[in-house]
């Protein structure tokens, strides 16, 4: 497959995977929050923190894995990730009874590093940097000849992220809005390539951390930028930007809005008390941006967006770091 995601390639990956089919739920508490003034909002939530393994990433894993060769399968598989896309490469490699290789940064939450050894893949630890989570992969890929899976920036693995959209669309009618939100893109390029090829109306939004921002600061500037800090609660969004959503982000985004550290915590605290759903700090930017973001909540009713749905992209909680950050955060 070339770098040149269609949704033809969407709806190959969403006959070939095997994965939950996630409920969309609502709030009406979360919806009057939501609501500006007297412009009514109403907010479906895309529950991919109850997909398997905890995260829309079995969705890209699996699609990715299914399409290796014998060949290329009986070698295993190689991934780096901050925890989601590894649990996903590890159960979609189970299945498959290939070898699964995962590099994960010393500072992921130690229930995700639990569960990628649950599934049986081998797990090296490296500095929480970019570049030492390339070579680290680079070097198991080299010492065992498995194929590296990138965890956004492979169009297999994006094509598989866009069943999100699909399937959203399919389960709640007349959206006007989806919001997603963004660490490397993967995820919102296959949902906004296939929101937009399914309702060409459809507004498609990313959701980002104030604090790593390098989508919020490309976007607005039309220029590669990065971010020089990687530090959030959002701990699944520190990457920057992959080349190929950098290439397809002004296709089919139409603006990108950042929360603040509290203002995720609160929106994941929020959650958990009024939908009961423990989404992760990651999945719940997306939640912050209709909630406290003021110009998105401008422009929702300046431009009349009504029905919004909003993709819960993960719930690998750990109860006692969450419970620690609703305390720091109290208002």
Not at 271 to 279: A, S
Request: with cysteine.
């Amino acid at each position: 497959m070339t770098n040149n995601i269609t949704i033809d390639h969407i709806l190959q990956a969403a006959e070939r995977i095997k994965v939950h089919r996630t409920p969309v739920q609502s709030s009406t508490a979360i919806n009057a929050l939501a609501s500006v003034e007297d412009h009514l909002v109403e907010v479906f939530f895309k529950c991919e923190l109850l997909q398997k393994t905890g995260s829309f990433k079995f969705r890209g894993a699996s699609n990715a894995v299914a399409l290796l060769t014998d060949q290329e399968a009986s070698n295993g598989v190689v991934a780096h990730s901050s925890g989601n896309h590894a649990q996903a490469i590890a159960l979609a490699a189970r299945n498959r009874g290939i070898p699964a290789y995962v590099v994960m940064p010393t500072t992921t939450p130690e229930i995700k590093k639990i569960a990628v050894r649950g599934y049986g893949a081998h797990v090296v630890e490296c500095e929480p940097l970019q570049s030492a989570r390339e070579a680290a992969a680079e070097k198991l890929r080299t010492e065992t000849s498995a194929s590296f899976i990138h965890p956004f920036n492979n169009p297999n693995v994006i094509a598989g992220q866009g069943t999100i959209a699909l399937e959203l669309l399919s389960q709640v009618e007349d959206l006007d809005a989806i919001l997603v939100q963004v660490g490397g893109g993967g995820m919102l390029t296959g949902c906004a390539i296939a929101a937009k090829s399914l309702k060409p109306g459809i507004k498609v939004f990313a959701a980002e951390p104030e604090l790593v921002n390098d989508c919020y600061r490309t976007f607005k500037s039309k220029q590669r930028l990065t971010n020089a800090a990687s530090v959030s609660v959002a701990d699944g969004l520190l990457t920057n930007l992959g080349d190929i959503p950098y290439s397809e982000i002004f296709k089919h985004v139409d603006d990108v809005f950042t929360v603040s550290e509290k203002e995720i915590i609160n929106a994941m605290e929020l959650m958990w008390g009024r939908t009961k759903l423990c989404v992760e700090a990651s999945g719940a930017v997306g939640v912050a941006v209709t909630l406290y973001n003021q110009d998105f909540r401008r422009m929702v009713k300046e431009q009349g967006i009504k029905r919004i749905g909003v993709v819960l992209s993960g719930g690998n909680v750990d109860f006692v770091n969450a419970t620690a950050l609703f305390e720091k955060y109290k208002n």
